[in-house]
Each structure stands twice: as C-alpha cells, then as structure tokens.
C-alpha cells in the first residue's frame, strides 16, 4: 500500500471513529472506548481492502470473526492481517489454520509519552510483517517524539511507517488531520497531510513539515 493510499484508509477510519463518539463513566473511560473505536475503524477498513481475498485475515480484539481459526481474536498486535493456509488435523477429519505470511501489523498508542510509544513500538520490531504501522497521537513536540522512535525503526524489518492523529480529548473539535511518515533511508520521510473539517464536502492538502 503506498502512503496516499495509507493516508486517505486512516483519515476516513478516524472520521468513522469520531462520528462513533463512545462516552464513558469517566473521562479516562471515555477515552479508552474512543481509542476501542479507532482501533475497530482501522480494522475494518483494512478487511475491506482485503475483502476480495478469501486467504487473508483481519484480527483485532474486538472481533471474534476468526477465533475458531486461531483460538483468540487478537494476535499479539493490536491489528494483525495475514495469509493463512489449512493442514490436515492429525486426528478427526478437520482442517487446522496456520499463518503463511504476515502481511501487516499495526499498534495504536495514544499516550503522549515516548517511553509508552517505544514499548509499543518494540512489538513491531519483533514482528515478521510486509508492513508495519505505528500510529501516535498528534504531539506539540513532533520532531523530538519521532527522533524517539527513529532507531526501532531502523531495525524492523519490512516497510515502517508511522502516523499521527488528534489524541481522542481533542476528537470534538472541529477540525482533525492524520500526519504520516514512512522510513526511507533510514530517516523519517513525510507524506501528504491531509486535513478535514466537518460541515465541508471537500478535502484540504498541505504538505507536512
């Protein structure tokens, strides 16, 4: 997937997440089922590119469609997509599942802490994914949370890309964006910006800086 492509499936996944608006008993609650929500979004957006494959899988924890396969909803990351193949049981006439490639792996944290970030973005680098994805919240200090990030990032394998999106106490406001990098050269490369503001039909590009 190229980064327009990335861009256009998360913005669209976090209008989708913002018209949702779970509320909670607290804020703190709030915000956990706000980022249930985000995470939910950006699954299924992503079992709709790949909804034309029947040998690819979308798992989340919040979707029980691939359970009996796998025997839970969510492996080890917060968004999983992979190619699977069947085995014959060694018993009874069935059919087991197993994992014939990784396609894509995706953490979602939205804390505003580097340390938290780079605990989730370790995952990533344990994992054997074509793709891999981090998505952070929208910071005041871009440059030093990424530089943060930079040297995981070297070390996975596969395509890395991160992203930044409104932290979900920021989702009332009127206007949202979705930031994107993607590790080219050893360095954090920036993608189109793509900003939205609700009540509008169309679309405003800039370039991130």
Request: charged share 25%; hydrophobic share 40%.
């Amino acid at each position: 997937m190229n980064p327009p492509a990335l861009l256009s499936l998360l913005q669209k996944s976090l209008q989708v997440a913002r018209q949702r608006v779970p509320s909670g008993t607290s804020l703190q609650e709030e915000h956990r089922a706000r980022s249930r929500a985000w995470v939910a979004s950006v699954a299924s957006a992503f079992r709709d590119v790949y909804s034309a494959d029947p040998d690819v899988a979308v798992l989340w924890q919040q979707d029980d469609t691939h359970r009996a396969q796998f025997g839970r909803n969510e492996l080890l990351h917060d968004i999983t997509i992979v190619r699977h193949r069947t085995v014959p049981a060694p018993r009874q006439r069935k059919t087991l599942s197993y994992i014939s490639q990784v396609l894509w792996q995706v953490e979602s944290e939205f804390a505003r802490d580097g340390r938290e970030a780079l605990f989730d973005f370790n995952k990533l680098v344990l994992g054997s994914a074509s793709y891999k994805l981090f998505i952070a919240p929208d910071v005041s200090k871009v440059q030093p949370f990424i530089d943060a990030l930079l040297p995981a990032a070297r070390v996975c394998t596969g395509t890395v890309f991160l992203s930044m999106v409104p932290h979900p106490d920021r989702w009332a406001e009127p206007e949202a964006s979705v930031r994107l990098w993607k590790l080219e050269m050893d360095q954090w490369a920036p993608h189109e910006l793509v900003a939205f503001q609700e009540g509008r039909d169309h679309e405003a590009r800039h370039s991130v800086s």
